[in-house]
């Protein structure tokens, strides 16, 4: 029965279908469905890693073992992963195993929009790009067989829109694929000699997958009028067709990497003028142009953010549909952290302390806004540890009394561990601030090491934050609940002052985890509200000003009481 699905929920389905048995992932925007969805098959065990790189090398541990397996991460959680995925891709696997990456075009969610396709390129991986839904249930399950045909790792690339959007699928059965008995083979050490040997096995299956690539059913020539030809891939190929229709010629890519050769050449020859439409980095007309097509491509469409079918009409001079317009000027809304967020009250503390901070990957990253602006940078995940000691190392004392990092509680395990490491090693009196909100917050609340449950909510080993602190070296660690703003305030002032390196946990569960018991909203006393607005610089949502009194929205409080803390009146109370 055919039923609308939404893209990643289609790439489980696919994966699901084909016989995959594992799956190790990192939770990451706009790909942590693929893993969510797969999770609701009992066949198929699945699991959150501590990052992306334990991801993939775990995924091909079980395809050593004779399992289909898979990972999923976001873009910039390819980054990451890029360590083991060379090495991967010269030593080869049992059984197949296929990576899920999702690009983020239009940075929705993420601090840059890189380009996956080069890391297909770079590794020499094969990539498959599904336009739709339909085709991520079809390419999911092909990549395994193309894994397992030309003994490789594949891609999957999806992006945010054919990853959130919802089109068509017919399901079909599961395929239950025998384990591979594993084989002991000395070649797949990758180190001198047999490192060489790989690589020239690996230029040669990349010759097999060009010639693959010509007849391969994931390209496709839709032939129409032949004034205008288009070469496109993914959310453009449908963009294009909403454009012109049966009004041109279309090749449409589906095998990314590596891409056929007498495939463009044939089509390029077929038509009048060859257009390339492709989001991002201009992977096909570069190939194009290597081929000796002449074509235009980025000198039409821009090489930033994510294109639409208006986008493409306005870049091509056609004429652009009217829509519906409000003459009225909406004001903005930018991001807030939510009413009650724990990380509220520490944030408005560094403000208080005016620290230089250096932010990390998270809901968190919102401390950046107004009013509390509180982060000065961020980069990635973990960099706030490593770099607010090397921000140390260089300014000295001045500024180990006035910076901090701080990062929350799964980013830590992901990746900022190392990074106090570095800290305690190299001795910078620098204070690391852990945002411990129970949960994996930005990505819509998935477990992680530190909560004690695993993937399907089960019981799991827990990590010991404090402990851990103190194992790698740490002798002053400690514990506030961020609601409390004098604890906090004691907290930052004495570890600022301290002379070795020290760490502030910030514990309390994110408002939004469910079950959460709330107390009951808060009330403004108008008789004793004076209006000094006080109560506002906390930044809370729940929390307006009306007729120079403040007013407290019952909807959103949750009765965390942070604003009374700042009401010098006692205007704020239950």
């Not at 085709?135 to 990549?143: D, G, Y």
């Not at 980025?298 to 652009?320: A, D, I, T, Y």
């Not at 939510?338 to 302390?353: D, E, I, N, S, V």
Request: negative net charge; charged residues 20%.
């Amino acid at each position: 029965m055919k039923e609308l699905m939404l893209g990643n929920k289609a790439v489980a389905r696919g994966l699901y279908e084909a016989g995959c048995r594992f799956i190790s992932s990192y939770p990451g925007t706009p790909s942590t469905e693929i893993t969510e969805e797969a999770a609701l098959y009992d066949e198929i065990y699945c699991e959150w890693a501590p990052n992306e790189k334990v991801a993939l090398e775990a995924a091909h541990g079980a395809s050593l073992g004779g399992a289909r397996a898979a990972c999923a991460m976001k873009h910039v959680g390819l980054n990451v992963a890029a360590d083991p995925l060379f090495s991967i891709s010269y030593q080869g696997l049992n059984a197949g195993l296929v990576i899920c990456v999702a690009d983020d075009p239009g940075m929705h969610s993420s601090q840059n929009e890189q380009d996956s396709r080069h890391y297909a390129k770079a590794a020499k991986v094969p990539m498959l790009e599904p336009s739709d839904s339909a085709e991520a249930v079809t390419f999911a399950k092909a990549a395994f067989e193309i894994s397992e045909e030309f003994n490789t790792p594949v891609f999957l690339k999806m992006c945010t829109r054919v990853a959130h959007s919802q089109s068509v699928v017919e399901p079909g059965s599961r395929e239950e694929v025998p384990l591979v008995p594993y084989v002991k083979d000395p070649t797949k050490v990758m180190m001198t000699a047999n490192s060489r040997n790989a690589h020239v096995r690996v230029e040669k299956r990349t010759k097999d997958l060009i010639a693959w690539a010509e007849t391969c059913p994931f390209n496709r020539v839709e032939a129409g009028r032949r004034e205008i030809g288009v070469i496109c891939d993914s959310t453009s190929y449908q963009y294009a067709r909403e454009v012109f229709g049966d009004g041109a010629s279309y090749l449409k890519i589906g095998l990314v990497f590596p891409l056929a050769e007498k495939l463009f050449l044939d089509f390029a020859a077929s038509v009048d003028r060859v257009i390339v439409l492709e989001e991002l980095d201009p992977v096909l007309e570069e190939h194009c142009r290597r081929l000796g097509i002449a074509v235009e491509g980025k000198s039409l469409f821009p090489v930033c953010g994510e294109f639409s079918q208006n986008l493409v009409r306005s870049c091509l001079g056609l004429s652009v549909p009217s829509s519906v317009s409000i003459e009225d000027p909406i004001p903005a809304r930018p991001p807030v952290m939510c009413a009650g967020c724990p990380h509220r009250g520490m944030f408005y503390t560094l403000k208080k302390h005016d620290c230089m901070v250096y932010g990390d990957i998270g809901c968190y990253t919102l401390g950046a806004l107004a009013p509390l602006n509180s982060m000065d940078l961020n980069v990635c995940m973990g960099a706030s540890c490593s770099g607010l000691h090397g921000f140390n190392k260089a300014i000295g004392p001045e500024a180990e009394r006035h910076s901090v990092g701080v990062i929350g509680d799964s980013t830590f395990i992901h990746s900022g561990i190392t990074g106090i490491i570095d800290i305690a090693y190299n001795m910078t009196n620098s204070t690391v601030i852990i945002l411990d909100n129970s949960i994996t917050g930005m990505t819509g609340h998935q477990q992680n090491p530190t909560t004690g449950k695993n993937l399907r909510g089960d019981p799991a080993g827990k990590v010991d934050l404090e402990a851990l602190c103190h194992a790698v070296g740490f002798r002053r660690v400690r514990v506030v609940d961020p609601y409390d703003l004098a604890a906090a305030d004691e907290a930052l002032t004495e570890e600022l002052a301290a002379e070795e390196p020290s760490v502030i946990i910030s514990r309390r569960p994110c408002v939004m985890i469910k079950g959460t018991v709330h107390k009951p909203p808060l009330s403004v006393d108008e008789d004793k509200c004076v209006g000094c607005r006080s109560c506002m610089k906390i930044g809370c949502p729940a929390i307006s000003v009306q007729n120079k009194k403040a007013r407290i929205d019952p909807t959103q409080c949750i009765g965390c009481g942070v604003c009374t803390q700042m009401c010098r009146f006692g205007a704020l109370a239950e």
